[in-house]
């Protein structure tokens, strides 16, 4: 229980730092002014929920490979906690381009690319819903998401292939992109805040999932009895 | 001014997003802890 309200009250400071030094240290852009600061949350929760899906990746070519529960228990609770930052980053981006496009959306490579992903994601877990089987649900789940991860090196490289709407990107964009070394400190810091509450998380769910498997348990043996 | 009320708003958004989401796993939580608590008292009875 201690060591549960320690970490939340890290995450909390965290997260807390990383909105300070947000606001506070990293300085106006020329274009956009304060409004670029949603940047450092909009792009820190994307970079978040893309590495969720990775780990849920990997936990379910784990499960088709092992067949262990527990890799169908982490999948799931990536996927989850995934969706929610790509929520955030599908609420949090409309926010930014109305001021600084004069819309709240188009259907544009990266944009698309991320709406398709969040779709993926929530077919990913309604698909568990609707089968009642636990060994064949986790196999047909980590089949599913597998397929489903096809998406985030599209939506990766959509701002690289493709130039339409969203900006080109400041980050591993090649020799003409770069941040100022200010904000690219502020905005790591941001993004390993973002990492940490999303591994947090994480952990929560899954600790959510074991007990699942636990209540299943004690169900069989009073059923048995 | 304008800028800043969207910077605002898609902070305490993207916040509530994720306190919302932490209380659904929270409550979800509790309440399967109850429910084991109580099959696990029927399992001992029945012993």
Known sequence: ?225 | MKSLDSVFAAYIIGWAVFFVFYLTIAKRTSSLRKEVHRLKNSLNRGK
């Open chain 1, 1 to 225: 229980m201690w060591k549960r309200a320690i970490g939340a009250a890290f995450v909390v400071f965290l997260v807390g730092a990383a909105a300070y030094v947000s606001f506070y240290v990293a300085p106006d852009e020329k274009t956009m002014h304060v409004l670029y600061r949603i940047f450092y949350f909009h792009a820190a929760a994307a970079w978040a929920g893309m590495t969720a899906f990775f780990i849920c990746f990997v936990a379910n070519l784990l499960y088709v490979w092992r067949r262990d529960e527990k890799w169908d228990s982490l999948a799931v609770s990536c996927a989850e906690v995934g969706l929610a930052f790509i929520t955030v980053v599908l609420i949090t981006g409309p926010i930014w381009a109305k001021p600084a496009w004069g819309i709240y959306w188009t259907w544009d490579a990266r944009l698309t690319s991320t709406f398709v992903l969040w779709l993926l994601y929530i077919s990913y877990l309604l698909l568990r819903t609707l089968v009642e089987e636990p060994d064949r649900r986790a196999l047909l789940s980590a089949l599913f998401g597998i397929f489903a991860f096809i998406d985030v090196p599209i939506v990766f490289g959509a701002i690289r292939w493709w130039r339409t709407q969203h900006p080109a990107p400041v980050i591993m964009g090649g020799p003409n992109s770069g941040l100022d070394p200010t904000m690219a400190k502020v905005f790591f810091f941001s993004v390993l805040a973002m990492h940490v509450l999303m591994a947090f998380l994480v952990a929560e769910r899954y600790g959510l999932e074991k007990l699942r498997t636990d209540l299943e348990l004690v169900r069989r043996e009073v059923e048995a009895i």
